[in-house]
């Protein structure tokens, strides 16, 4: 139904970074990729698709496209504070400013306008895909779901749980209430059939939940072959603390393996202290880590080696993680992600830093391989959904500046490590346009 012919860059299984100049690139009415080819193939492809090469929308030489990015861990409900309350580690953190934000979203009002923000925010910078934590509240999570089905973005949306160590007395739930309530908030957004809004269960983390919940969310996942998300090994106390709470458990993983939370459809935020060991099992079973290295630092948290996960061959994406992370944009957190491990090879000379190819890898096709979607999203391959994002460095105001002789992979890369929203000129999620806004939002 469209066509767009011009310069895409995406990875590939065997590639960190493809730049493809001279593309065309066709889209079906499902929002479907139908074919992806070389420009010099364009008249036969007319004839098989039966368009007009009059209709093909060209791309400027300062203009291509990549894929929608992914962002597999974000908190919606602390977007309102992001760029505030960085001067405390995670507990006290979470104690001290978090979870009385939290609080808040028993309201609808505040929680509708809250969370617009956020979504507007995210498609905005490029966020195609969001997998996100909203709060203990079942009807302002389904509000968050129904916000993500009206402005066109892909989301999986997590109710919060926690039945113990709140340390605000009015922000935790009864292990029972919890539970029907997770249950209510499932058959609740199943029954909207979203096109592409799903839930997600959510454990906040090992400290906040007790065996019992425990169980019982790993027992809904399994009945509802349903995606598990929650935070693992971010911090050093965080770590002590669950091992004197789960003495009986071999290690931070095997509190998630022994509750049935451990499966091919779970991404655990953080994992900066998972040991080789916990690694192997998180290959073994298919689960994936959201590496959140905004969030790592700007908490001081840890520093992930994201060479080490990946030489386990463990799935691996990047998560802005607001409002740990301060930032919700992906150009972010592929920046962060860099710098990183940049901070890490100062320490070690034997580690290889992760390149900016890499980083783009992780925010895009790694990301869809952590929310088990890479059938579906992730790069631009025929029978995916056209999920992907036109960039364009000559907008006015651009923080990007070109010279001659930039070519197409140079351009990118100033893109990835200089570029914004403005940069962002349109977004497509399946095939649909949802950037810029519809006037009516
Ligand atoms: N661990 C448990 N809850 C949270 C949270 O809200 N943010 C971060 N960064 N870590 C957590
Ligand atoms: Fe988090």
Redesign the pocket.
């Known amino acids: 139904a469209r066509v767009y012919r011009g310069t895409f860059a995406h990875s590939t299984r065997d590639s960190a970074l493809r730049v493809l100049t001279d593309f065309v690139l066709g889209v079906n009415e499902q929002g479907k990729i139908a074919f992806f080819e070389e420009g010099q193939n364009v008249e036969s492809l007319s004839h098989q698709w039966g368009f007009d090469t009059s209709d093909i929308e060209q791309l400027g030489s300062h203009e291509f496209f990549i894929p929608g990015m992914v962002d597999t ?1 974000i ?1 919606a409900s602390q977007y309102i504070f992001s760029g505030t309350h960085l001067d405390l580690p995670l507990l006290d953190w979470l104690k001290t400013y978090t979870f009385p934000v939290e609080l808040c979203y028993e309201d609808l009002d505040f929680a509708k306008d809250a969370y617009t923000k956020v979504v507007r925010r995210t498609l905005s910078n490029g966020t195609t895909t969001a997998c996100y ?1 909203a709060t203990i509240h079942t009807d302002a999570s389904l509000l968050l779901g129904r916000i993500a089905d009206d402005f066109g973005q892909r989301a999986l949306i997590g109710k919060v749980c926690m039945d113990r160590n709140s340390m605000v007395p009015d922000y935790k739930e009864l292990t029972e209430g919890c539970k029907d309530e997770t249950d209510r908030f499932v058959h609740e957004l199943l029954k909207k059939k979203y096109a592409l809004v799903k839930p997600v269960v959510t454990p906040r983390f090992a400290i906040s939940c007790s065996s019992s919940l425990l169980s019982n969310l790993g027992k809904i996942a399994k009945n509802y072959d349903l995606h598990i998300q929650s ?1 693992i090994s971010e911090n050093k106390h965080e770590v002590q603390f669950v091992k004197e709470l789960f003495p009986d458990c071999t290690s931070y993983t095997d509190v998630y393996v022994k509750h049935g939370l451990l499966t091919d459809k779970t991404v655990m ?1 953080h994992g900066c202290y998972l040991t080789d060991e916990e690694l192997k099992i998180f290959h073994e079973r298919g689960a994936a880590v959201s590496h ?1 290295p905004n ?1 790592n630092i700007s908490l001081i948290s840890g520093m992930l080696n994201v060479r080490n996960v990946l030489k386990h061959k463990v799935k691996l994406g990047l998560g802005t ?1 607001v409002a ?1 992370g301060y930032s919700s944009s992906m150009l972010d957190a592929i920046r962060r992600a860099v710098d990183t491990s940049k901070a890490l090879c100062m320490q070690d000379a034997q580690l290889q830093p992760l390149s900016y190819k890499e980083a783009f890898r992780l925010a895009t096709l790694g990301g869809s391989e952590v929310l088990s979607l890479d059938d579906c999203i992730g790069n631009f391959a025929v029978g995916k959904d056209f999920d992907a994002l036109r960039v364009n460095l000559c907008v006015p105001g651009s923080p990007v500046d070109l010279f001659p002789g930039d070519d197409p992979e140079v351009i990118l890369e100033k893109f990835l490590n200089l570029g914004d929203d403005r940069n962002i000129v349109e977004v497509y999620v399946a095939g649909k346009q949802v950037v810029p806004f519809p006037d009516s939002y």
């Open positions: 861990h908190h934590f935070h935020a959140c969030s993680d740990g």
